[in-house]
């Protein structure tokens, strides 16, 4: 028998909020999508988030903290852990091939049902956090 049965895919999305904005990618089935993604194998959960922001932000990551960890059934079943974090600063946001947009939305315009609902809660929990 191998642990082949016992791997679950992990993504790690990031609650980005300077500015008095959170950053949103657009993602490729035309919902705004928290930065993140899945970790490869092998990797760190704070790997694939440094490699992630890199990737589709082109920003550094400087701290992050646990918001919320859950099992979504988007496209497959994937363990979802969403992180609030800090950021070297958002320079110029580079458009990876997976997103057609990156923007910064003030909290109250958060494009209600165009992001999915389980990143809501966490995404206003960071805010509050950085607002204090």
Known sequence: MTDDHLR???SAKAVIF???????AK????EWDLP???LKDGESIEAALRRELQEELSVELESH????AA??????DILVLVYGCTVTGIKTAAISTEHSEIRGFLLDELPAG???SPYLQPIRSWCKRAQT
Request: aromatic share 6%; net charge positive.
């Open 65 to 68: 903290a646990l918001l919320s």
């Open 114 to 116: 165009a992001i999915p």
């Open 18 to 24: 300077q500015d008095g904005k959170v950053t949103l």
């Open 27 to 30: 993602n490729s089935r035309g």
């Open 36 to 38: 993140g993604g899945k």
């Open 71 to 76: 099992m979504h059934h988007f496209y497959d």
């Open 8 to 10: 679950v895919l992990v």
